[in-house]
């Protein structure tokens, strides 16, 4: 079971601990308007993670922007995926390569978080173990934007914000562009803990 204090808790990104076995590369970050194939792109990668893992698929949640309808978001499926132990790649990351997605990061000190890739639909999975404060995070702000538009539209602008100030100076990772989004993502979560009485 997932403690409060540990879903409040916020984790600054450390580059020190992100081992990149596909080192990330500076990108033109476009942030697209709300595209209703989203949902049935995300059942298309559910059904392939499925199908590669059957019931090692613990927990499978379509998360992210894409996830919320009406939100801005960059053309990025995000996929939150939870396996017995996501240290374990031997029981996951075979199967997954073999259906179309490629291990490009490891976070040991985040949770012990893995992401792959996939290229159509254009997606990244994320890996965790059970019972991670991250992916409940995920699934309590998604919820929160599906039902709430004035922080949907704040979070929306600060997307847009984020891509503009990259554009304009000259390109960045997307980790640069997920810095300058997060204090709006700190501010509508403090709210989402809150209404949860999380804090």
């Not at 159509?120 to 995070?137: F, I």
């Not at 390109?171 to 640069?176: A, I, R, S």
Request: negative net charge; hydrophobic residues 40%; proline residues 7%.
């Amino acid at each position: 079971m997932v403690s409060a204090e540990e879903i409040v808790r916020t984790h600054p990104y450390d580059p020190d601990c992100a081992e990149w076995l596909v080192p990330p590369q500076s990108v033109d970050i476009t942030v697209a308007e709300y595209d209703p194939i989203w949902p049935a792109a995300y059942a298309v990668l559910a059904d392939r993670v499925r199908g590669a893992l059957g019931d090692g698929v613990l927990a499978l949640e379509h998360v992210g922007s894409t996830s919320v309808p009406g939100l801005a978001a960059k053309p990025i499926i995000d996929l939150d995926l939870t396996v017995a132990d996501s240290t374990d790649e031997s029981g996951y990351r075979p199967q997954l390569e073999a259906s179309g997605f490629a291990l490009v990061l490891r976070e040991r000190a985040w949770h012990e978080h893995r992401m792959l890739t996939h290229d159509a639909p254009h997606a990244n999975l994320h890996v965790w173990s059970p019972d991670c404060p991250e992916a409940v995070r995920h699934v309590l702000l998604r919820d929160w934007l599906r039902e709430h538009p004035q922080d949907r539209d704040a979070y929306a602008a600060a997307k847009r914000a984020a891509a503009d100030r990259l554009r304009t100076g000259g390109g960045g990772l997307v980790v640069d562009y997920n810095e300058l989004k997060a204090p709006v993502i700190r501010e509508i979560l403090d709210r989402v803990f809150h209404a949860h009485d999380l804090l």
